[in-house]
């Protein structure tokens, strides 16, 4: 990926009234949901490669804010603990924080003497035991030397593609896969994924240690139909609010045409069909769960009460922080307080209709 594509798929730096930062909180709904995921594979790579006095991790897309050290802090937790057990001396972590290079790495590393202060009051002074550093650059080439990470994580980053699929000129009205993009849309966009996470798990394989485990969770479909409403139904709205500015006289209808997503939502078939085609790795689990739209929404909290306007603003402010950079670039920003305006009473009313998912895919594979 380019630098030019890097900058237009950062997500909003902390000086934005947006924020990635202040509004992932859905990203961190999904991270508790894998927690247990993620400790079992931790714990499984242990038992083949202990013992070993540094083990090597990348977080991939680790993005800024919160929850850019809450895989770290649980791969530590799970690992000296593991180790306490078998009466070992807890080994070294060296933890390679990868994004794009324009993403916020700044409020990152300012997170750094926090993550250290959680691990003192939690594990004992094992400050000294975790070595962190920034990696800048795409996933979908090149980030380590041959043979020297333990383990890979990355969670929701793989749906973002390297770059918008070619031959989608003709998705006139969409921004997105839709009901009434042409056929050639759905299938330019499945091989551009196939492409890119094929490059994705041929790096890995060539990046990673015998013995080693990778964890991956993706935004995705349920179905095999790439037009069903768990993918297109939250970007046809913000092509519906970019059409809305269109008829205002504040867009123009041939810039919203040209525009189309770098984004894809795989079902679980295409996963399992890449990941043999492509041969490094064995696919030890695979689980799909849901999540809705709004992160405040949630199934286990009864104390919850639907507002239109409420969860309309969240859903908005969430899919702000990720595609801002993104729309500015094709836009400009002066459309953008309006855009999300519009998008966030569409969501409201959508939501107030039918309560929508994001269907969640999880990974588990180890190296052949």
């Not at 807890?90 to 290079?101: G, R, W």
């Not at 324009?102 to 939690?122: C, K, M, W, Y």
């Not at 769960?289 to 639907?306: G, L, M, P, T």
Request: glycine share 4%; net charge negative.
């Amino acid at each position: 990926m380019g630098m030019a594509s890097a900058i237009v798929h950062c997500t909003n730096s902390t000086d934005k009234p947006i924020s990635y930062a202040n509004n992932s909180s859905l990203q961190k709904k999904v991270l508790l949901r894998t927690r247990p995921i993620l400790k079992d594979a931790i714990k499984d790579m242990l038992s083949k490669i202990f013992p070993v006095t540094c083990i090597k991790v990348a977080d991939l897309g680790c993005a800024s804010g919160h929850n850019a050290f809450f895989p770290t802090y649980e791969i530590m937790n799970t690992t000296t603990k593991f180790y306490q057990q078998s009466h070992w001396e807890s080994p070294e972590l060296q933890v390679f924080l990868n994004d794009l290079p324009h993403n916020d790495f700044n409020t990152v590393f300012r997170s750094i003497p926090v993550f250290h202060a959680r691990l003192l009051e939690d594990e004992g002074d094992q400050r000294g035991h975790c070595f962190v550093s920034g990696i800048a650059g795409s996933f979908y080439e090149r980030l380590f030397p041959s043979k020297t990470i333990h383990f890979v994580h990355s969670s929701y980053c793989l749906h973002w593609l390297s770059k918008v699929p070619k031959g989608v000129d003709n998705n006139k009205g969409n921004i997105y896969i839709s009901k009434s993009s042409p056929p050639n849309v759905s299938k330019a966009y499945s091989e551009q994924f196939q492409n890119d996470f094929s490059n994705f798990l041929r790096c890995r394989s060539e990046e990673m240690m015998s013995g080693g485990r990778m964890m991956l969770t993706l935004i995705g479909r349920s179905i095999t139909d790439p037009t069903s409403k768990d993918c297109c139904s939250l970007w046809d709205l913000l092509a519906k609010s970019l059409l809305d500015l269109v008829d205002k006289g504040l867009v123009n209808e041939s810039d919203v045409d040209s525009f189309n997503t770098p984004y894809y939502y795989p079902c679980e078939e295409e996963l399992r069909q890449i990941i043999e085609k492509e041969g490094s790795f064995v696919l030890d689990k695979i689980e799909t769960f849901k999540v809705n739209w709004d992160f405040e929404d949630d199934d286990c909290n009864d104390s919850f009460v639907f507002e239109k306007s409420k969860s309309g603003q969240n859903v908005a402010d969430c899919i702000r922080a990720i595609t801002e950079p993104m729309l500015i670039n094709h836009f400009g920003d002066i459309i953008i307080d309006e855009l999300f305006t519009r998008y966030a009473q569409h969501v409201g009313e959508h939501l107030s209709r039918e309560k929508t998912k994001h269907v969640s895919i999880v990974l588990v594979m180890s190296m052949k």
